[in-house]
């Protein structure tokens, strides 16, 4: 990410769900979500207690978070 802020998309492993982001770089260089996290939760039915593993991958279209159910 070398911008200080911009757009991160997020989809399910099976693309059934995808909503873009915004995020914004800190000064100690950590990335957080500002805005869309929880519509993405909520489209893509995750549940409290349910275990989920989050990658990220860069591709031609830039960097994008995709979120797996185990």
Avoid: W
């Avoid at 996290?37 to 909520?42: K, P, T």
């Amino acid at each position: 990410m070398d911008a200080n802020c911009g757009e991160l998309p997020i989809t399910t492993r099976d693309g059934t769900t995808a909503v873009t982001t915004r995020f914004i770089k800190g000064v100690d260089k950590r990335a957080t979500i500002t805005k869309g996290r929880s519509d993405f939760f909520r489209q893509a039915h995750m549940n409290k207690g349910q275990a989920y593993a989050f990658a990220f991958k860069c591709t031609s279209k830039g960097l994008r978070l995709i979120v797996y159910s185990i």
